[in-house]
Nanobody, 115 residues
Framework: QVQLVESGGGLVQAGGSLKLSCAAS????????MGWYRQAPGKQRELVAN???????VYTGSVKGRFIISRDNARNTVYLQMNSLKPEDTAVYYC?????????WGQGTQVTVSS
């Protein structure tokens, strides 16, 4: 069973930066597609960014040029560097792992951006 533990959330002013981390266990990490999603109050959970086992990345339009997803296979960890944060980035951020059709979610970490 895949376990995911997120960290790095917090409160930051608009224009600031945060870096989220998600440590995975119980999977062959190098073969796992990893992603970051977020859910704001009253809204559906949405994709922020994905990184495939190949290292290819996908971003949702609103974060392109501001956020960077990366992975360290030696540490079984995926990162989300968030720059130029906006109040509308406020949400609970979740880590997601997909391997051989099996999906796992982390518990989420709160990111709050003040104006």
């Amino acid at each position: 069973q895949v376990q995911l533990v997120e960290s790095g959330g917090g409160l930051v002013q608009a224009g600031g930066s945060l870096k989220l981390s998600c440590a995975a266990s119980g999977t062959i990490f190098s073969l796992t597609t990893m992603g970051w999603y977020r859910q704001a109050p009253g809204k559906q959970r949405e994709l922020v960014a994905n990184i495939l086992s190949s290292g290819n990345t996908v971003y949702t339009g609103s974060v392109k040029g501001r956020f960077i997803i990366s992975r360290d296979n030696a540490r079984n960890t995926v990162y989300l560097q968030m720059n130029s944060l906006k109040p509308e980035d406020t949400a609970v951020y979740y880590c997601k792992a997909v391997v051989m059709g099996s999906i796992s979610w982390g518990q989420g970490t709160q990111v709050t951006v003040s104006s």
